[in-house]
């Protein structure tokens, strides 16, 4: 009778194992995300070379295939000639609370996002106080789905009604072309912001997320902001925060690396927002995977299998208590006979 059985437990371990693990590559894939493969080159000014900011971008050293820095540390060593042959190459640009000081630098860069030399994306980090000149602003802000002009910044003063406020997506408010920001992250569980950049949305640019109104009263400086600069040029998306000095906790949020490569794809102009990944779906985002939760229930379903086979052995093994009591009695009964001669 063991024997009998024993194979139908294997045939059935096996037969689990093949259908966990010999999935279709293919088939996993789907299940991960799109079939497109997202590659991009990404242009980053910064005040520094070494920012979390850099940190979160090159997480995904597969999607972001080149990320070149310009800061104040390098910028002598490369000429005017060097920066375009760079923006012919890249997709995006990044701006952190840093720009070039040279006014034909600037214009260069503005033409290659407002559609007059190309549409390249473009993401920018909240200013503060001093980090960019007047003039510096007055190029850029036609770029900007907000009014950069004479920006203002919230102070570190307890008292200030834009000090550590928390922030919430607009939901439907939010046109199709700007809804992948709330579709794959929970912005309840965003931290409370420090210090961040004041300034007005545009009036046809999408607000995405804005802070809690019962938190400061009527405040209307949105946090994230997003439009198509000159509706022919590229895609222009504004965070007021910033996270090179203040609001530590937002690069530790477990949605910020997934916000980065997000952004960056929203705004590449060789992609749809369909072909970005979810966060569940991205490699690095810090959840169990499609193949991770493979192996997981593989493991599980072995456990299962030994822990059930092992106890259909030992019950076929077993004698029935009927059988059991009937040695114990013959035992019994032989030690009296063997005390009596």
């Known amino acids: 009778m063991i024997k009998k059985h024993k194979p139908k437990v294997i045939a059935f371990a096996v037969i689990l194992l093949n259908f966990l693990f010999l999935l279709n590559p293919q088939e996993i894939s789907k299940v991960q995300g799109s079939d497109v493969e997202l590659v991009t080159e990404v242009l980053l000014f910064t005040k520094e070379q070494d920012t979390r900011l850099i940190t979160s971008i090159n997480i995904d050293k597969e999607a972001i295939e080149e990320l070149y820095i310009i800061s104040d540390e390098n910028i002598e060593s490369i000429s005017l000639l060097d920066l375009e042959n760079i923006l012919d190459k890249v997709h995006v640009i990044v701006i952190d609370r840093w720009l070039p000081s040279f006014p034909d630098w600037i214009n260069l860069i503005s033409e290659y996002i407002n559609g007059t030399k190309s549409n390249l994306g473009l993401l920018l980090f909240g200013l503060m106080e001093g980090d960019l000149q007047a003039w510096q602003v007055e190029i850029i802000d036609h770029l900007m789905p907000v009014n950069l002009i004479d920006y203002k910044n919230s102070t570190g003063d307890l008292s200030d009604p834009n000090y550590e406020v928390s922030v919430r997506d607009r939901g439907d408010e939010i046109p199709d072309d700007s809804k992948i920001f709330i579709e794959s992250i929970y912005w309840n569980s965003f931290p409370s912001i420090d210090r961040r950049t004041l300034v007005n949305a545009k009036e046809s640019a999408n607000i995405i997320i804005e802070s ?94 030994i822990t059930f086979g092992g106890l259909f052995y030992v019950k076929k093994r077993s004698k029935p208590w009927e059988q059991l009591a009937q040695e114990d009695g013959q035992t019994v009964l032989d030690k009296e006979l063997l005390e009596q001669s």
């Open 212 to 305: 809690v109104p019962e938190s400061i009263g009527d405040d209307t400086y949105p946090i994230i902001a997003d439009w198509n600069c000159n509706n022919d040029g590229g895609q222009v998306t504004f965070f007021s925060f910033e996270v090179l000095e203040y609001n530590i906790a937002v690069p530790l949020w477990p949605y910020f690396n997934y916000l980065l490569y997000l952004s960056i794809f929203h705004v590449n102009p060789n992609y749809s927002d369909a072909q970005i990944e979810s966060f569940i779906s991205w490699p690095h985002a810090p959840v169990p995977h499609t193949l991770d939760l493979i192996g997981w229930f593989s493991m599980i379903a072995v456990l299962w299998v």
